[in-house]
């Protein structure tokens, strides 16, 4: 049995339905970093596997907040802190109804390996709650993120655990989190991150994950000899933060960026998204994207319902570069098929997790250059680390600044991904580099620091 088959073994038993995900992710990981374990046994020796895979604590509490009619609404909250090995708990909170705590575990897992890949000090967190922000008035979110400050406070701090927005949670609910820890503690202090700019949040940190993710994309293309993404057909999916700042990124870069979706549809625009109408819809409107094509009859809507079962539109448009920016699963081995005999040629996850594991393997036995998400979305955590050091020295960094170092940071990312790859003997391959290079820098930390 090899090495990795012994260290999932032990993991079975907790391959329940609530833990799919996490285990998905954690079985990917193991396989990626066999080759660790074979070459140095200090990791086997120290338990590192055992130790990584179970949270440093979960805290899990009740919500109750007055909706609109006055009635009483009941949610669960949570916040799974993971590791704290390189530096305070860092990651995000989710605000969807499918939130559960093998969800949370799964994307805290991931966060722990991609905040090590970005050099900066800090450990990895996840948390959210089953809340549903759609169709609720602002008055309502604010009181749900009244009541979920409440609980959380007790244990976030600036130099103990700092969340930041993910699906559901944007400025607007960093606004209102924010407001209530105030409240409560008489403190102004860096307690979160993507907080708006006017009160501590920094420059650049909406746009950060997607633009991080076409940077990443950028170098990889040059690092494989490939071509740049200028002139080059690119498709996205998903149309909340993440998809909306790589769109723009990619029609700077004069890519042309042809498709969005979002939970009920696909848009398809061969001339290129318009990014001011999506922003309309999608930030202001916050409606659907059916809407588009009242102003653009060019461009086609393909309702989900409307698309077979087991594909989705989105990865069945022809492209050179995909960017799945939606969600996880979101792209599987249908998919990925699609998009190979398409001639795709580089992949980038802008979401957590978005193609499942036969999704990738198709990657990269085809040779397609794939970017893995804890690789490539890390420019989001990176800025919010930079608000973090902003924050702390009192300070403001100007748009250029910010820009420059989420630059420097995705190729510095890409290139150590690239060479780890390289020196384990999986030239090209990103994702046993990234969980190679992520891994050992924290297993080396919780190694030093002791058990
Ligand atoms: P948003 O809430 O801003 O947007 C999410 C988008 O994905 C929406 O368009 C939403 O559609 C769509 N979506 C959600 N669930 C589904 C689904 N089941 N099927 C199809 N579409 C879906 O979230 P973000 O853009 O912030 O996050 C997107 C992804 O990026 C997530 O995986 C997140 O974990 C990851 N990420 C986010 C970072 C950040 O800084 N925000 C950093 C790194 C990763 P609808 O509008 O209909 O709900
Ligand atoms: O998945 C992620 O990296 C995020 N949602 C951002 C986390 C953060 O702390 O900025």
Sequence with gaps: MSIADQEIKKFENSNCAENKVFYQAMEEVIYSIAPLLESDSKYRDHSILERLVVPDRV?????????????????????????NALGPYKGGLRFHPSVNEGILKFLGFEQILKNSLTGLPIGGAKGGSDFDPKGKSDFEVMKFCSSFMTELHKYIGPRMDVPAGDIGVGAREIGYLFGEYKKITSTFEGVLTGKPFFFGGSLM???????????FTETMLEMEGKESLEGKVCTISGAGNVALHAIEKLQQLGAIAVSCSDSKGTIHDPRGVDLDLLKELKLVKR?????????????????????????????????????????????????????????????????????????????????????????????????????????????????EKVDEKLKETMQMICKRVALTAKDYGVEGNYVDGANIAGFKKVADAMIAEGI
């Excluded at 940190?205 to 940077?215: D, L, N």
């Design 287 to 399: 409606t659907s994207l059916e809407f588009y094509i009242e102003t653009h009859p060019e461009a086609e809507y393909i309702p989900v319902e409307e698309y077979p079962e087991g594909a989705h539109a989105v990865w069945d448009i022809p492209c050179y570069a995909a960017f799945p920016c939606a969600t996880q699963n979101e792209l599987n081995d249908v998919d990925a098929q699609n998009l190979i005999v398409n001639g795709v040629v580089s992949v980038t996850e802008g979401a957590n997790m978005p193609s499942t594991p036969k999704a990738v393997n198709d990657f990269l036995s085809h040779k397609i250059c794939f970017a893995p998400a804890k690789a490539a979305n890390a420019g989001g955590v990176a800025v919010s680390e930079f608000e973090m050091a902003q924050n702390a020295s009192m300070s403001k960094w100007s748009f």
């Design 205 to 215: 940190r909406p746009e950060a994950t997607g633009y991080g993710a076409v940077y």
């Design 59 to 83: 805290i899990k509490f009740k919500v109750t907040w007055l909706d609109d009619q006055q009635n009483i609404q009941v949610n669960t909250g949570f916040r799974v802190q993971f590791n």
